[in-house]
């Protein structure tokens, strides 16, 4: 609940063009990002990017906002309790990396740090419901959480059974 209250709230984008890149509407969170060692630019953009939230409900599963007059980027880090589910999260975090297209608002490469970040400019705004935005980011994350869970229990599984099998050979039964 308080991770939609916080997209309602960050999700209030206008279209705004770029003071580093001329006569172009750039991601502000993305030029901010990129251009993070140079003084004079972040002079210049400083008052176009908000401060950063992080949700965390611990250490390994935490949200990342970064605002700005036009972007926001979230990035999402998945619960991992172990080298299986680091595993998981990595391949099932590529894999929607290489179809990023098709989201639209997903970046191919997230933050580093975290396992998967999605990009919303004002022109995604106006081109999606801003609620229905909202449900999807939600929606993506839990569901990304439970398939993990399962495809770890899936792997246990078939696991189990191949050293049952095995043993059974070894024992000549």
């Known amino acids: 609940q308080s991770l939609r209250q916080v997209f309602e709230a960050v999700l209030c984008l206008r279209d705004f063009p770029s003071e580093i890149v001329e006569k172009q509407v750039k991601p502000e969170v993305e030029i901010n990002a990129h251009y993070k060692d140079d003084k004079d630019i972040q002079k210049k953009t400083k008052h176009l990017c908000l401060n950063d939230v992080v949700l965390a409900r611990n250490e390994k599963e935490k949200c990342l906002i970064e605002t700005s007059i036009n972007s926001v980027r979230i990035s999402f880090k998945f619960k991992t309790n172990d080298d299986m589910d680091v595993f998981i999260a990595d391949r099932f975090c590529k894999f929607f990396a290489v179809r990023a297209e098709i989201f ?39 569901n990304v959480e439970k398939d993990i869970n399962e495809i770890k229990l899936n792997i246990i599984t078939q696991t189990r059974v191949a050293a049952s099998f095995f043993v059974n050979e070894l024992a000549g039964n």
């Open 104 to 142: 639209e608002i997903l970046r191919k490469k997230p933050v580093e740090g975290y396992d998967v970040s999605f990009l919303i400019t004002n022109t995604h705004l106006e081109k999606f419901d801003k609620a229905k935005l909202i449900d999807f980011l939600i929606e993506f994350v839990e």
